[in-house]
């Protein structure tokens, strides 16, 4: 890629669609070097995008053969408009409706429990039931998982009737 160039040339073909943001990696020693784009454009085989506004940097796509091995260096593409979306299910016999909590509820942890779930105000039982997600450790024994989750939206999530794990933190790096 040259400076001021409107194209990429993928080495695979996509689905991406006109109007979708895609990010091309730097090939420098600079990450500010990273672009994005706008497609305005994508080819029948997939595989040329048009893009807005044109490169700003020099970007590194070569294949070399270097003792016997072929080595590609090549600039990364990634779309940025994808969204990755866990969602719980929402059943028909989860439908019915809960009541609210009389005045004076008390919903301190120790207190005794006079109405369901604690519920402030009118809900519905598919709330209460809804997708998790799970980090296994690979190493059971020691009980540390680390996760990373990024651009990804959660809905209808959560477990009634229970807390997360008690060796369980979750940092959120960007909105969901």
Avoid at 48 to 55: A, K, N, S
Avoid at 86 to 98: F, M, P, Q, R, Y
Avoid at 137 to 155: D, N
Avoid at 159 to 166: E, N, V, W
Wanted: charged share 20%.
């Amino acid at each position: 890629m040259y400076v001021g160039d409107s194209q990429l040339v993928l080495k695979h073909a996509v689905t991406w669609e006109i109007g979708d943001q895609v990010v091309l990696a730097s090939t420098s020693r600079s990450q500010k070097e990273n672009e994005e784009f706008n497609i305005t454009s994508v080819s029948n085989d997939g595989r040329t995008i048009g893009i807005t506004p044109p490169v700003k940097y020099r970007h590194i796509s070569l294949v070399q053969t270097i003792a016997g091995r072929i080595i590609e260096t090549r600039a990364e593409v990634g779309l940025l408009t994808r969204n990755v979306v866990v969602e719980g299910s929402e059943n028909d016999e989860w439908t019915e409706s809960i009541p609210e909590c009389p005045d004076g509820f008390d919903p301190g942890i120790f207190a005794v429990q006079t109405c369901f779930q604690g519920r402030y105000g009118k809900a519905t039982a598919s709330e209460q039931f809804g997708s998790q997600i799970m980090l296994n450790p690979k190493m059971p024994s020691e009980g540390l998982v680390i996760g990373r989750l990024s651009y990804i939206e959660v809905r209808k999530a959560g477990q009634a009737f229970g807390l997360g794990t008690s060796k369980s933190l979750f940092y959120c790096t960007s909105p969901i």
